[in-house]
């Protein structure tokens, strides 16, 4: 069965420190791959998205950046962090172009101080 | 891509039936309908997708109208645990499926 793991599950980060968050899919091949973010009490708002290796689109121009260097990897990072940063960011896996249904992660709750 | 306007919140009781509407007016021929139950700390779950009349699983059904510029989300016998955020989304099938969540739908079910 597909399983997708995300690290860390919280952070707390100081303004200006960089970011590293990833996120990897298991039991499938050649996903497309998703980050979200979500502040409190909001919906969740698609950050960036990936159709295969080396192949990334931004939908939010923001500090963020991602990166696929694996089949089953996405990472997301940032250089330094803004306090809006904070949030709960999900990565989220969909079989293909023929399904709609994704499957989302757990989450890393982001706390910038 | 399609927006949908869904209400911000509902209120229930265990056993009733809850419907939840979404209006997408200017929804496109290639788009499909798709609902997402979210907790609180934890990432949406799928629940149910459709293009037109009418889908149904074991936990939901959606109803489609002919003109597909609105979608209900029926939730039949709900309980505590139904109590969650509800999306609804119109996928654009052409465009590697992005998903655009609204603000959604907070359902509270009450003893």
């Known amino acids: 069965s597909q399983t997708i793991h995300q690290w860390p599950a919280t952070l707390v980060q100081p303004v200006g420190s960089p970011l590293s968050l990833e996120c990897t899919v298991e039991g499938t091949s050649n996903p497309n791959l998703y980050w979200y973010r979500q502040a409190a009490g909001r919906g969740l708002q698609l950050l960036f998205y990936s159709v295969g290796i080396g192949q990334i689109s931004s939908e939010v121009p923001q500090n963020l950046s991602a990166s696929r260097p694996q089949d089953r990897q996405f990472i997301l990072s940032s250089k330094k962090l803004l306090l809006s940063d904070s949030g709960f960011y999900l990565c989220?896996?969909?079989?293909?172009?023929?399904?709609?249904?994704?499957?989302f992660g757990p989450g890393t709750r982001l706390t910038v101080t | 891509l399609a927006k949908t306007t869904q209400p911000i919140s509902m209120d229930s009781y265990e056993g009733q039936e809850v419907n939840i509407t979404c209006s997408h007016n200017n929804i496109a021929t290639n788009d499909y309908i798709t609902w997402y139950q979210q907790f609180p700390s934890q990432g949406p779950r799928f629940i149910i997708q459709?293009?037109?009349t009418k889908v149904t699983n074991e936990v939901a059904s959606l109803f489609i109208p002919a003109d597909r510029k609105s979608s209900t989300l029926s939730l039949p016998r709900v309980s505590l645990s139904d109590t969650a955020v509800y999306y609804c989304?119109?996928?654009?099938?052409?465009?590697?499926?992005?998903?655009?969540f609204g603000a959604g739908t907070r359902l509270a079910v009450h003893p």
């Open positions: 989304l119109v996928v654009f099938s052409g465009g590697y499926n992005k998903l655009i």
């Open positions: 989220a896996w969909m079989a293909g172009e023929l399904s709609y249904e994704q499957y």
């Open positions: 459709g293009y037109k």
